[in-house]
């Protein structure tokens, strides 16, 4: 079995993959004040509670878009299972012309994503994850990466509302939303979600205009379920794209 690592700014995605079939997928807070030591105790419980003991684990993949945890967690897992983790970074086949200014500056996690949409949909393709920030990734019909956005994401942006607006309070997102609310927390609420569904679908006809042909959409991340009902156009979700590609950037980088 290989360990599938995606380290992001607020969770740690970790699945377990067995001839080419995902076994889990479990979440973990990102924490940067964690030691080594920790999370292998975090790794181990997980690996218990899947009833997989850890010589069981033959190898391992990693993408992390926290510098500090790139380090951390492969020590974690050499300690516990004795394997050297792959690291998704320079170097790495991917398959995708990255067709940035800096491709080398492209977050690793949107790379796994694209990989993994890019064997699975029709391009073009537009990739959107959201998570601590909202990303979309646009991969071309020639499997060209050609770019995309960071937005600010979804619970980013309602705290920062509460927080710098002195009569508007925290609110919970996970309640319906109606298109015109008739207080304070509804409003806020409708703004939230059905505001972010309405820029998603801006989004995508802005680029499909742009590429002048019809765009795949497909989204995942956390909060990607709170919005998709408010969604016009038609996405794929894919809550464990991640796990997908990073399989796919082990099996294309392994040594046979």
């Not at 807070?29 to 684990?57: C, F, H, V, W």
């Not at 510098?67 to 983790?85: C, F, N, R």
């Amino acid at each position: 079995m290989i360990l599938a690592i995606d380290v992001g700014n607020t969770n740690i995605v970790l699945g377990g993959i067995e001839d080419g079939k995902q076994l889990f997928s479990v979440r973990l807070a990102s924490d940067r004040n964690k030691t080594a030591d920790q999370y292998a105790l975090d790794i181990q419980g997980i690996l218990t509670m899947q009833k997989i003991r850890p010589e069981e684990i033959e190898g391992g993949i990693l993408s992390s878009v926290v510098p500090y945890l790139q380090t951390v967690i492969p020590q974690a897992v050499k300690s516990l299972t004795g394997i050297d983790l792959m690291v998704v970074g320079p170097g790495i086949k991917t398959g995708l012309n990255i067709r940035m200014d800096n491709p080398g500056t492209v977050g690793s996690d949107l790379i796994v994503a694209a990989v993994a949409a890019r064997a699975k949909y029709p391009a073009p393709i537009a990739i959107i994850d959201m998570g601590t920030a909202t990303t979309v990734t646009v991969v071309a019909e020639n499997g060209n990466y050609i770019g995309g956005m960071i937005i600010p994401g979804l619970w980013v942006s309602v705290n920062a509302l509460s927080a710098q607006a002195a009569q508007l309070p925290y609110i919970d997102l996970t309640g319906p939303a109606k298109l015109l609310g008739t207080n304070t927390v509804d409003c806020m609420r409708s703004g939230a979600l059905i505001g972010c569904a309405a820029m998603l679908d801006g989004v995508v006809d802005r680029m499909e205009e742009e590429l002048g042909k019809p765009v795949t959409a497909v989204i995942t991340g956390g909060v990607s379920p709170l919005i998709l009902p408010y969604c016009r156009r038609h996405y794929h979700l894919e809550p464990d794209i991640l796990i997908a590609g990073l399989q796919i950037l082990y099996e294309k980088n392994r040594t046979k």
